[in-house]
């Protein structure tokens, strides 16, 4: 698989078949996810790789206990079983049925990994911005080996609990939690807003003439209307 058909066609994938990841695929994952770049190369970026070991078992169980939470807070306030919601052939319906299958199952994930980040203090922007890209580069070389996964950041109302398990010092934070996984279903061209919105050329919203996409591509404005 070519690098610019891995870009265009990872999907967030949040079913994953019941079977492990040889430790040789993990390995060629994270070590795509380290050859991120970084601020002055610094590197702060580490991954807790949670499989089957007694501090990965307790902590897949807070997993569960918290995206399932956020996920409820999330489907009651976004109003998911509401309106075009109650028909469940709706994209709205469909969506809730994924988010609650991948929150009911994620402790089952084959691995999950965290991604840790060193924290310098330079900001929000600035200390995510050496932590994220190598977060993409994971997921791509998981896509290109035929896996799947998505950043996910429910974690947070437990990461306390969590470090405590895995032994994660006070100034490392987790940046996200990112499952991973043999695809259930597939992946396949992501849909994002049309070029011409989220392209400017010169000036703000000015529009580029060939900031065009290319035939046959489908968008979307985001989530299903409430
Ligand atoms: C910073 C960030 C945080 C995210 N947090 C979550 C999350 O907490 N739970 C979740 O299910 N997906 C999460 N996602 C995945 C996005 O919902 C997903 O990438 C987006 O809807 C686009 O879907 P697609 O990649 O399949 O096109 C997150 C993605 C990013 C980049």
Redesign the pocket.
């Known amino acids: 698989m070519d690098a610019y058909e891995a870009i265009t066609t ?5 079913r994953y078949r019941d079977e492990p990841i040889p430790e040789a695929d993990l390995n060629r994952i994270l070590f795509a996810a380290t050859r991120a770049p970084s601020g002055s190369n610094r590197q702060p970026f580490r991954f807790l790789v949670l499989r089957h070991g007694p501090a990965a078992l307790e902590a897949r169980q807070v997993l569960a206990g918290c ?1 399932a939470a ?2 409820g807070a999330k489907r009651a306030g976004d109003g998911y079983d509401t309106g075009s919601g109650t028909d469940p052939t709706s994209p709205k319906a469909r969506m809730a049925a994924t ?1 609650q299958h ?1 929150v009911d199952h994620i402790a089952d994930a084959s691995a999950i990994v965290l991604a840790c980040t060193r924290a310098r203090h330079g900001g929000v922007l600035h200390d995510g911005a050496s932590v ?1 890209p190598a ?2 580069n994971l997921l791509l070389a998981a896509r290109a080996l035929g896996y799947g996964g ?5 974690h947070q109302s437990e990461a306390a609990r969590l470090a405590e398990i895995c032994g994660i010092p006070d100034d490392v934070t987790i940046a ?2 990112i499952p991973l996984g043999r695809p259930v279903g597939h992946h396949g061209p ?3 807003r049309p070029l011409p919105d989220l392209v400017y050329e010169d000036r703000w919203e000015a529009s580029a003439p060939w900031a065009v996409d290319p035939p046959g591509t489908r968008f ?1 404005g985001g ?1 299903p209307a409430p």
């Open positions: 990872t999907r967030a994938i949040r995206f956020l996920w988010m991948f994220y977060c993409q998505v950043m996910t950041n429910w996200a939690v992501v849909r994002r979307t989530p």
